[in-house]
């Protein structure tokens, strides 16, 4: 048996089953007037407009109505995959899918697996990438453990010609990796400049923590704002001093790079942050932090409330 033979991943109806059991774990939740655990009421055999695919009208699998508001819903109301034009058990295994690839799935692949079309697979991938989206706003390091941080470059920018050398042309990206929890949060900016790296590393770590970095200058300043700051010199070769290091970072940029290289090859910068996500999430939740496939594919899916996705974002 495969992993993709579960019946939530073929079956209609049993794909909004699994669905709500993880997004209302704590009771039913209507998504128009917010009442949790209120009276809800069970909608079956309902059907939708007739087509000419479905001239009875497809059924509407996991529809409820509630008795406060009085309004109709399924689980996928105000969420990502709200409006969404396939079915839902496809769309759950898309998120199996992206979520078990250590290094991402393209949209051209989910278009050849899933059997839908490229513009289906694309706009679907973004959403999910959405969910993986977190939205903790906890800073680093507020035990007093060690926080690395370093910035490095990517692919090039939308208004930039190719250039033979330097990273004026390159997409700029800055890195934080909490060694106590092994979580990640990523950012994309503008330019490793201290206006820019600066407000970032203030939000997103205490000052309780122990700041890792190498010796680039623009750390020189915001190091002194924290317990300890821990720097080694890369110019002369050193790369570790007791536990003073940045490895975990740059391990973290080995696997974002070649997976941005290898199934992303066309990323924009306007799309850099979405793609940023997904691998903070993927590397935050590995098999070393205790999670397994499935259980990451869970704990995505525990993120599409409350996000909605159009084409022009």
Partial sequence: MSVLSKPYFHD????????????????VVCPHCGIVGGRVYDLSNVHGKASKKSPE?????????CGECRKQF??????????????????????????????????????????????????????IREAMRSGELSPF??????????????????????????HAHKMAVL????????????FSIDGTIASEVHPIVRENIAKEARL?????RIYWKIG????????????????VKGDVHSNTVEGFFSIFKRGMRGVYQHCSERHLHRYLAEFDFRYSNREANGLDDYLRSVEAMKGISGKRLTYRQ
């Avoid at 009208?57 to 409820?64: F, I, Q, S, T």
């Avoid at 996928?76 to 409006?83: D, I, P, Q, R, S």
């Avoid at 199996?96 to 490229?118: F, P």
């Fill in 175 to 186: 890195s934080l990796v909490d060694r106590s929890s092994g979580k990640v949060r990523s």
């Fill in 12 to 27: 209609e109806a049993k794909a909004f089953t699994y669905l709500e059991s993880i997004i209302w774990a704590d009771g």
């Fill in 74 to 127: 399924t689980v996928k109301v105000g969420t990502v995959f709200e409006h969404g034009r396939m079915p839902l058990h496809k769309m759950l295994q898309a998120v199996y899918l992206m979520t078990s690839s250590k290094k991402g799935i393209s949209a051209h692949q989910l278009h050849r697996v899933l059997e839908i079309t490229y513009k289906s697979a694309w706009f679907l991938a973004h959403r």
């Fill in 57 to 65: 009208g497809a059924v509407r699998h996991g529809l409820k109505k």
């Fill in 141 to 166: 390091g507020s035990d007093g453990g060690a926080v690395e941080v370093d910035e490095t470059y990517i692919g090039h920018r939308n208004s930039s010609k190719r250039a033979k050398g330097g």
């Fill in 224 to 239: 002194k704002e924290y317990a300890e700051h821990g720097r080694t010199l890369h110019g002369i070769g050193q790369y």
């Fill in 212 to 216: 890792m970095t190498d010796e680039a």
